[in-house]
């Protein structure tokens, strides 16, 4: 049967539930934020869905999703489409199944008030700032969110996210207990509602939705402490690296976000570009209220000083300071200028601070250094790369490759592809799961083991990927 006569079939089957197939609405949701790889750029451009669906509740979902199993339709999962790599991006057209409207704090364990809650349920449309908006009153809050958290939706950030706010303290969302429970959709003639605890939730996690659709999200939550952002520089970047592996590693010390950005970086934000001196190095910063005596000691100590404090959201910049951070540095890099680009490189626990020196002297000419501190399989990293100018894909390939001699390990952060990508482990579980949760291969047709060789052969790098102690 040809996909048209299949689609036709499928608004049938779809009834009263919304849908579109108006050009300019299948360009705009059939998009997310690949533009910031100038690989993906051209790439991606164009590949869009051939019919867009809204589902308005779970019961809906499960017609639609029925429906596209019943005409062999593949699909696409999309939320808020605040993605960097494609993950929201129907790489063989079919249908983008849009779960925005599924939203909703549906519970946490503990009443708040007479004993504290340890998690927190939400649909997976929810915007992950509205999570926390529902549950701080009871004084705790999400353990970590993107850097995205008031667009992105909590679907999107297990399915396509990694880390983020929260993870210096936290570690990675694959990380033993930083998920707690996903409910996940069968694509089905009669789609199946599936719950995963424990290390399964990985099989799931990270996966861009290919072996199933994630309908609700059980998270842990933290103490919700009173946050202050503080904006520090230093004279070099060696000494802001110092400050920054010594404040991760006093486990005393509560921090949220660390956030270090070698010259002349600061001066790319106009925003923040005035609170840091010419030449100099920073550091952004969420600390607890109570810890910041000991945060001003140990810039002190590192011949640094703070140039801007507030709390958490009230800063002059007019952004939470976290938007400064993460997957946001580049967004704001390239305003500057449009061709800046970089790598996911995770840096060696074992001698962090001199890797993370090593790495800004021997790359100096290529581009300054911009890193995220974080917590992996218990111990204490950091990711990110010198941020430099894109000219080609040879060039991509020829700084993997310097990188991972300098003891670097890459993920490719210019494919939408998982294998290619090295960040998810694709192995037996996922392929299982995506056999017995998707056995017609509708979903996230082409990022997983049924990638086109097309888009693998042009996003391809020498890259190790990452490895995990517990997979």
């Not at 006569?5 to 997310?32: H, V, W």
């Not at 062999?72 to 489409?81: E, F, K, L, Q, Y």
């Not at 939203?103 to 004993?115: N, Q």
């Amino acid at each position: 049967m040809a996909l048209t006569d299949s689609l036709t079939g499928l608004r049938t089957d779809l009834g009263a539930i919304e849908f579109s197939t108006d050009t300019r609405k299948l360009r705009t949701k059939s998009r997310d934020r690949f533009a910031q790889s100038p690989v993906l750029r051209d790439l991606l451009r164009g590949r869009n869905a051939e019919i867009f669906i809204a589902p308005r509740g779970k019961e809906e979902l499960r017609i639609a999703v029925a429906a596209c199993a019943r005409h062999r339709i593949p699909i696409t999962v999309r939320g808020a489409g605040s993605g960097q790599f494609g993950q929201g991006v129907p790489l063989r057209g079919g249908a983008v199944i849009d779960v925005t409207a599924l939203t909703g704090v549906i519970g946490w364990h503990g009443e708040p008030g007479r004993r504290p809650p340890t998690t927190v349920r939400a649909l997976a449309g929810t915007v992950v700032a509205d999570i926390d908006a529902a549950i701080r009153p009871s004084g705790w809050e999400l353990r970590m969110h993107p850097s995205t958290a008031h667009q992105a939706t909590v679907g999107g950030y297990i399915a396509g996210g990694h880390a983020g706010i929260g993870s210096c303290r936290w570690g990675i969302l694959r990380d033993t207990g930083n998920i707690t429970a996903l409910e996940v959709m069968t694509v089905e003639e009669h789609p199946r509602l599936i719950e995963l605890r424990g290390r399964e939730v990985n099989t799931v996690h990270h996966a861009y939705g290919a072996n199933g659709i994630i309908t609700e999200v059980e998270l842990p939550l933290a103490p919700a402490w009173e946050w202050h952002e503080l904006v520090v520089s230093f004279p070099d970047f060696e000494r802001a690296a110092r400050f920054s592996v010594d404040v991760c590693r006093s486990d005393g010390v509560l921090t949220k976000v660390v956030s270090p950005h070698a010259h002349p970086l600061p001066q790319y934000f106009p925003e923040l570009a005035g609170l840091i001196p010419d030449g100099e190095s920073m550091v952004l910063l969420m600390a607890a209220v109570q810890s910041v005596p000991n945060v001003e000691d140990l810039v002190r100590d590192n011949g640094g000083r703070i140039r801007y404090r507030c709390l958490e959201g009230k800063g002059s910049y007019g952004s939470p300071l976290y938007e400064f951070t993460w997957g946001h540095s580049m967004l704001r890099y390239q305003r500057h200028n449009a061709e800046l680009t970089g790598l996911m490189a995770l840096f060696p626990p074992r001698d962090l601070y001199e890797s993370m020196v090593a790495v800004h002297r021997e790359f100096a000419e290529l581009g300054p250094l911009h890193v995220e501190m974080k917590r992996i399989d218990g111990g204490l990293s950091c990711q990110g790369s010198p941020v430099f100018a894109f000219e080609s894909q040879e060039q991509l390939a020829s700084i993997t490759e310097r990188l991972q001699r300098a003891g670097l390990f890459i993920a490719n952060s210019h494919t939408p592809v998982l294998g290619a990508g090295g960040m998810k482990p694709w192995g037996p579980k996922e392929a299982a799961a995506k056999r017995e949760f998707d056995p017609y291969g509708l979903l996230a047709q082409g990022k997983s083991d049924d990638a086109e060789d097309t888009i693998t052969g042009s996003t391809a790098l020498p890259n190790s990927g990452w490895s995990y102690r517990l997979s």
